[in-house]
Every structure is written in structure tokens, then in C-alpha cells.
Nanobody, 123 residues
Framework: QVQLVESGGGLVQAGGSLRLSCAAS????????MGWYRQAPGKQRELVAG???????NYADSVKGRFTISRDNAKNTVYLQMNSLKPEDTAVYYC?????????????????WGQGTQVTVSS
């Protein structure tokens, strides 16, 4: 199994910055993709940014030019640098990984989620 632990959320004023981190641990064989999703009150969870490799990233239109996703494969960690934050970025941010891990002696690939970290941007 794979555990994802997020950190770095908090309260920030509009225009400010935050950096989220997510470390994966467990019986990891490989991690294909990692990313960040967010869910605001009353809204569906949405993709914020995803990364497969240095050359393969994707962003929601609403965060392009403001957020940057990066990944440290040696540490099984993904980061989200969030600049020029806006009140509409307020949400619970969830780390996601699609990974292969040992489970009861079988290697399986599946989606894994972190517990979420709150990001609040005040106006």
C-alpha cells in the first residue's frame, strides 16, 4: 500500500504564496503520475495540476501561470508552488498518486489519495 502525507497548507492573504508538499511512502514499486486536486465547499473535486515527468505536466486553466508543480522522484515527493493566490483558490487540496505497490504479495497499480490540506486565501 501507499500512504500520501500532505503539508504546507494554511491561511494567506490574496497575492501571497504557499508551497504544498506531498510525500509518498509504503511498499512502492513505481509511481507513474502524481498531482494535486482541490475541492471547495459545495463544488466537485477538480484537477489543479499533474505531473508524470519533468516534461509532462498539465494545469487547470485557472491556475496556469500562477502555480507550478514539480516532483522529486528520489524522495517520492510532489510539490505545488502557488503564487499570486486568489480567494477563489480557497479549498481543501488533495494529493494524488497513481502507483504500483505490493499488496498481499501481488503487485497492483491504483489511485491513492492524501487526507487533504486546507488552503484559505483571504481578500
Amino acid at each position: 500500500q501507499v500512504q500520501l502525507v500532505e503539508s504546507g497548507g494554511g491561511l494567506v492573504q490574496a497575492g501571497g504564496s504557499l508551497r504544498l508538499s506531498c510525500a509518498a511512502s509504503g511498499s512502492i514499486f513505481s509511481i507513474d503520475a502524481m498531482g494535486w486536486y482541490r475541492q471547495a465547499p459545495g463544488k466537485q473535486r477538480e484537477l489543479v495540476a499533474g505531473i508524470r515527468s519533468v516534461d509532462s505536466t498539465n494545469y487547470a486553466d485557472s491556475v496556469k501561470g500562477r502555480f507550478t508543480i514539480s516532483r522529486d522522484n528520489a524522495k517520492n515527493t510532489v510539490y505545488l508552488q502557488m503564487n499570486s493566490l486568489k480567494p477563489e483558490d480557497t479549498a481543501v487540496y488533495y494529493c494524488h498518486a497513481y502507483a504500483a505497490a505490493q499488496a498481499v504479495g501481488v503487485l497492483m497499480s491504483r489511485d491513492y489519495w492524501g487526507q487533504g490540506t486546507q488552503v484559505t486565501v483571504s481578500s
